[in-house]
């Protein structure tokens, strides 16, 4: 009887540092991932930024998510790309590894499709051309790509709507629609950005399913903005095997699902002085501070409240400048 082979992490990394447009935005990033389904909240934008190579700039609002030099090539006609977009991400030290695969060298871009948050469209076009030229774009012919396009459009609930222009679908289709250019070529990794970022209701049922569907059978990565158990980006967290919380570039929080919905809820803090001083004023009050030295994380029990970061912070005289909820 053959034996399974076990995958390689989903992410690797040690001592990464990643630069967007060469300044630091993560500096020695260490991590190793479990399972085959991880969540990121935060703010991973640049780490996102290195792995997929979607510019930072090509989000809402830029330019159409088709990357790479071929696509560069098609897209010229459509906008001038002569220089290099902004917003561009790299590893500069350490290392990064999707599956086993090296991200500074692009040893992992066959492995992966990438479904960026909101990416402008190109107005002209149907879903099924936008879908059936990232087909094309990564090797694919004409009639194999419209072969490809109208699968993976079925896939993610959007065959009746293929012939409509992009121009004219939902955002929650535009979502869809994102990932289904993603997983055209059946990629063996799905890497999508906020998927469920600003739904509720149907929209967002849409979208789940359509997630749903285009993770059978295959790893992925997803983001959120916000961990809240009741909403839509909660319910996705809860479906992964690995939750990572990233803030100021470093990880603020990480676990299993279960380990992190357990009641607590999570702040990230910026903190400009004293930042020792809250430190230890938090402590008193049985409240753990991580991160440093600007942006930091707490947790908070079902107790505890925000006036006693609050409190803690005048205790100290710490510029506490910024308290954005994560979880709960």
């Known amino acids: ?5 076990a995958l390689p992490p989903l992410l690797v990394a040690e001592e990464a540092r990643i630069a967007v447009d060469g300044v630091v ?38 330019r159409p998510a088709l990357t790479g030099k071929a696509a560069r090539a098609v897209l010229a006609s459509i906008d001038d790309l002569d220089e ?13 590894h999707l599956a086993g695969r090296n991200v500074a060298d692009l040893a992992h871009v066959s492995l992966m499709g990438a479904a960026p948050l909101d990416p402008p469209l190109p107005p002209g076009w149907t879903a099924e051309e936008y879908v059936a030229w990232g087909a094309r774009l990564a090797g694919a012919r004409r009639r194999a790509a419209a072969d490809l396009a109208v699968a993976a459009l079925a896939r993610v609930g959007l065959l009746p709507a293929r012939k409509r222009l992009t121009s004219v679908l939902s955002h929650a289709e535009r979502r869809a629609l994102v990932l289904a250019q993603a997983i055209v070529m059946a ?37 959120v903005t916000r961990i809240d158990p009741a ?37 990230a803090l910026t903190v400009h002085k004293n930042a020792e001083a809250f430190r230890a004023e938090l402590a008193l009050r049985g409240i753990p501070l991580r991160g440093g030295p600007h942006r930091f994380s707490v947790e908070l029990a079902a107790f505890g409240s925000t006036r006693d970061i609050v409190a803690a912070a005048q205790a100290a005289r710490a510029a506490l400048v910024e308290m954005v909820p994560l979880i709960g």
């Open 231 to 267: 909403s839509p980006e909660g319910r996705l967290a809860r479906a992964a095997s690995h939750v990572i919380v990233l803030a100021g570039g470093e990880i603020a929080l990480e676990g299993t699902p279960s380990e992190l919905f357990s009641g607590v809820r999570v702040y």
């Open 187 to 223: 990629p063996e990794i799905l890497i999508a950005e906020s998927p469920l970022s600003g739904l509720e209701g149907a929209a967002a049922a849409f979208v789940l399913d359509a997630l749903v569907q285009a993770t059978e059978g295959r790893r992925a990565i997803f983001s």
């Open 84 to 96: 290099e977009l902004p917003g561009e991400a790299y590893v500069v030290a350490g290392s990064l």
């Open 25 to 62: 935005a993560i500096d020695r990033l260490t991590l190793s991932t479990t399972g085959d389904h991880l969540l990121f909240a935060g703010d991973p934008a640049a780490l996102f930024a290195a792995i997929t190579g979607v510019p930072l700039s090509s989000r809402r609002g830029a």
């Open 1 to 5: 009887m053959t034996e399974a082979v």
